[in-house]
């Protein structure tokens, strides 16, 4: 096959795969008071690509298994995240959401709080509904109890950098090590752990994933400053807008020179922001290499991520994971 | 024993229990970011009765089993509940709980959005650290997640009754029932299923929880209207100035005549209510019989709930699960 069709052929894999992830959500996730679950199905509704069921199904088939047993728990691992986003936009306070308003937007703050809770509280109703051995749903809800544990504070992180022009680049990587790459790692390793996989290719596979999460956001980083409006979702530049600490800005800020530096912190910190001021951050970040060195860094973490996947023997999984890695950087493949 | 004994030594049971819960709290509820985890201790520090861990214990001791084993599993219940108590205190933006600071009041909105978050993620984490079969756990761990979709129904339904003026006691009955009557079914029961009682064990324990949680609710409403202050943790009539439809309101507006219904109606509809008019609901809720009604229907659930547990041989627990039902609804024994 070409790079071409292998991509197309990927891409119509991972589609038919959120098709069963989304009707097995759509299935359970009803009861009573019907505007809660509204609410609570409102960022599901509006479609995804699923990324993390993926993760945990292919990681499950790496041993040979069919990932029919488990859909519950990749289906869990969307509503762990879906619950994240709707908390984190009320607390950001984040009208709206890919074009569409946010939850708390549309429902209120008091239902959007609701709404981030109930989806929570069904990831653990349904792993328990996968078809594995109640001993590993046990050791897999302990998981992502933990893991959510650890968005908790990458997020709480995420909060401080807000009001502080100290932030290191080491701080920013250990933030999204928990915000982003913590449920990558922990949709690669349930997977994996529901396959009864050996410690070394768990081992790896959390690595995997972790790498993966870590890749995604710089690569998020680079979008938010490089990409069509279109497809984004987003105005460009308003992580430049909001001030955000990306690891672009941080790069910058230590790798230009002085004036230069000082010129863009001032930009970064002010509470407004001319349209110009915009354009001239932009520039600076651009004349520092941040935005080759980010390029460069998250390809490093996908070669790794490629790598650590030769644990398990060659398999279309295995192909699908690296092709996985390659479409969070957008490399051709 | 005289009875005066009987309640002192329950209440030094009680404290005795409580202390073992908030060590095993204490020594769990910690990791990085330490404003958001003195945030998530904040009211647990407050310490209190601990009332749903010592159902969980002392249903699991009922058949014979020592409750050290499920500590992790009763502290769990604990942190629901204040994940509840920390979310809920947002909602209604309440910036005050027994005379501290609520969590969003003194930490922040998100903060104490996260707070929460991580209480709830704590649950799941320390349920795996109990000393009973993998199998049990994931069980258990479902069922935590079950009542809490429970939980955020119910307060979903309380919201909603804010703005409507056609409530009815059997919704209020339903609401109550979710938001307190599922927790404690829920305590008893994961007791019971921890220590593989009987299923018709475990369907007395789950009504036996229920109707006192309803009961609790019940003398709950009662207290803020009867109350010494200084028990109460809070001004005594806030629930009249709030306007909130507790089953006395709504049993004095269905009750009293047209004329003073309409009255009553008024008042507690009412944006701003003086004094004399909160005095005013007082008395016409007195004269409609319903605390007198309220607490009969408590003392009733409370009897049914003694009768529930003859199912379990006589035993220290089994007095003490009665103990605690007494309890509930102050009862002298």
């Not at 908390?87 to 939850?103: A, F, L």
């Not at 596979?205 to 279109?230: M, P």
């Not at 105005?235 to 002085?258: C, H, M, Q």
Request: with cysteine; glycine share 6%; hydrophobic share 40%.
């Amino acid at each position: 096959m070409t790079d071409k069709t292998v991509k197309e052929s990927f891409m119509a894999g991972i589609k038919d795969y959120a098709k069963n992830i989304d009707q097995y959500l759509m299935e359970q996730l009803k009861g009573q008071e019907k505007n809660l679950w509204d609410a609570a199905r409102h960022y599901i509704s509006g479609g995804g690509k699923r990324l993390r069921p993926f993760m945990v199904l292919k990681s499950y088939e790496l041993v040979g298994k069919k990932s029919s047993d488990i859909i519950p728990i990749a289906s869990a691992l969307e509503i762990l995240h879906t619950f994240t986003l709707i908390h984190d936009d009320i607390m950001d306070k984040d009208d709206t959401r890919r074009g569409v308003p946010s939850v708390h937007a549309k429902w209120g703050e008091p239902i959007a709080i609701l709404a981030g809770d109930l989806l929570y509280s069904m990831v653990f109703v349904l792993v328990y509904n996968a078809n594995i051995p109640d001993g590993a749903k046990a050791r897999i809800m302990k998981e992502l109890g933990a893991v959510s544990v650890e968005l908790c504070e990458g997020q709480t992180m995420d909060i401080s950098f807000e009001n502080r022009d100290d932030v290191t680049i080491e701080e920013y990587m250990d933030m999204i090590s928990k915000k982003t790459g913590a449920l990558f790692k922990c949709s690669a390793y349930v997977g994996g752990y529901a396959a009864n996989e050996s410690e070394e290719q768990l081992s790896n596979l959390k690595l995997y994933g972790q790498k993966l999460g870590i890749a995604f956001q710089l690569v998020d980083d680079i979008l938010g400053l490089t990409a069509d409006e279109k497809k984004l979702g987003k105005p460009i530049f308003s992580d430049l807008r909001e001030g955000k600490k990306t690891y672009l800005v941080l790069y910058a800020l230590e790798n230009l020179d002085p004036t230069e530096s000082a010129q863009l912190k001032q930009i970064i910190f002010a509470p407004e922001k001319s349209e110009s001021d915009i354009q001239k951050a932009f520039e600076l970040i651009q004349k520092s290499g941040a935005i080759e060195k980010a390029r460069k860094l998250a390809e490093k973490y996908i070669d790794e991520t490629i790598e650590l996947l030769k644990v398990f023997p060659e398999s279309k999984a295995r192909k699908d994971l690296e092709n996985l890695a390659k479409l969070a950087i957008g490399r051709d493949f």
